[in-house]
């Protein structure tokens, strides 16, 4: 049996202006250290094997500040994603082994929402109408201008679970990812098997550790949502 993890970045400055924000690299806003800092006295006592995050400021804010506060881990070394798997031949002592790796791929990113980043959402309802804004945040496969639909996200997000994360929680790791509202909804529905349209209504709460045990075969044995 292992055990994912899964945190959406705390309270980011543009979330806390009502921004799209999509690729766009801001960081924590007070209040979202705030929950990072929760979410680490959350988790404080969890053993992690090994932790993913995106290339994004915000999840890996979030991530440092939950393995700071982790009574576990105490050194890690971070695993840019440049497509190879030059990591798996490298050779590590006994004590470098007690090193958490942590895994930093694009594919975890957030929706990218093209020409809609950086536009108050409000603003973006005046302009485009409500329900053009609301398809365009909460369709499944309808894409805003020049971004991802949630499907896209979908799709590129699950391929990194099923290759990169999948295969630790089948070895019986107990794996930590920290990302984006919409990357984990991808993996949320993967895991859940849960339709376009039930996935298109869930809703991630920024810091809200999301734990599900799994069997090595992935079944999802429980579900717990820590707020
Ligand atoms: O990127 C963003 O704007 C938010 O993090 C997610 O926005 P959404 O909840 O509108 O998808």
Redesign the pocket.
Known sequence: MSLLTLIRHGQSI??QQN????WVDVSLSQSGVKEAQRAAQMLAQQRFDLAFTSELLRAQDTLYEILRHNHQCHQYVRIHDTGSQWYEHFEMSPAEELELKIYVSQQLN??Y?GDLQGLN?DKARQLFGDDQVHTW?RSYDVAPPNGESLAMTVTRAIAYFQSHIVPALQQGKNVLVCA???SLRAIIMHIEKMTASQIAAYELKTGSPHIYQCSTAMEILSKQVLE
């Open positions: 543009w979330n921004r799209f924000t999509g957030e929706r929402y959402k945040r984006h509202g919409n």
